[in-house]
T-cell receptor, first 111, second 113 residues
């Protein structure tokens, strides 16, 4: 079973701060997806990274896929209360058809 | 114009009962899924159907039986409910089987008392 470890599990910061959350595995993934989930709702896709070393930006969010395609990071610049939520990474392992999720990072941005 | 809709939103029932959760997607996707999210927010796949054909069946008790009458619908029937079945169940769909992003419904919170 291909596992994705996310860290930190919980993160509480003040508005305006920067933060990085990590998604790591010992396995190679053909792609990694990042989702954000708000209370009472389903996860919503933020981005998919496919190529090793790839960097994608979505406004204040920067996503990076590791060169070896075993890890990914999400960096948020100048966090805002609207960024509060559960951030989930998910990946499809090489030779697998299953999308496996990490356990998530619960982010709280305080005004 | 909800993309993936599941009903009911909340389901409270007693141990031993049988219940169903319905899911419909209007995105024209070929693949649909059921995921279970436990109290620690861990999302785990249960089943996946592609064009009404079962393609993923994780280690899930036989009490859980999915049914896909057509590719836009995937329902989940649960027999003899147990306390440990309490969780949030999410339906999702994707355009193709591999590497496609998932579109999730808003979940069904099942509480077994």
């Amino acid at each position: 079973t291909q596992l994705l470890e996310q860290s930190p599990q919980f993160l509480s910061i003040q508005e305006g701060e920067n933060l990085t959350v990590y998604c790591n595995s010992s396995s190679v993934f053909s792609s990694l997806q990042w989702y954000r989930q708000e209370p009472g709702e389903g996860p919503v896709l933020l981005v998919t990274v496919v190529t090793g070393g790839e960097v994608k930006k979505l406004k204040r969010l920067t996503f990076q896929f590791g060169d070896a395609r075993k890890d990914s990071s999400l960096h948020i610049t100048a966090a805002q209360p609207g960024d509060t939520g559960l951030y989930l990474c998910a990946g499809v392992g090489s030779g697998s058809e299953k999308l496996v999720f990490g356990k998530g990072t619960k982010l709280t941005v305080n005004p | 114009d909800t993309a993936v809709s599941q009903t009911p939103k909340y389901l409270v029932t007693q141990m031993g009962n049988d219940k169903s959760i319905k899911c419909e997607q209007n995105l024209g996707h070929d693949t649909m899924y059921w995921y279970k999210q436990d109290s620690k927010k861990f999302l785990k796949i249960m089943f996946s159907y592609n064009n009404k054909e079962l393609i993923i069946n994780e280690t899930v008790p036989n009490r859980f039986s999915p049914k896909s009458p057509d590719k836009a619908h995937l329902n989940l029937h649960i027999n003899s409910l147990e306390l440990g079945d309490s969780a949030v169940y999410f339906c999702a769909s994707s355009q193709v089987r591999l590497n496609s992003p998932l579109h999730f419904g808003n979940g069904t919170r099942l509480t077994v008392t």
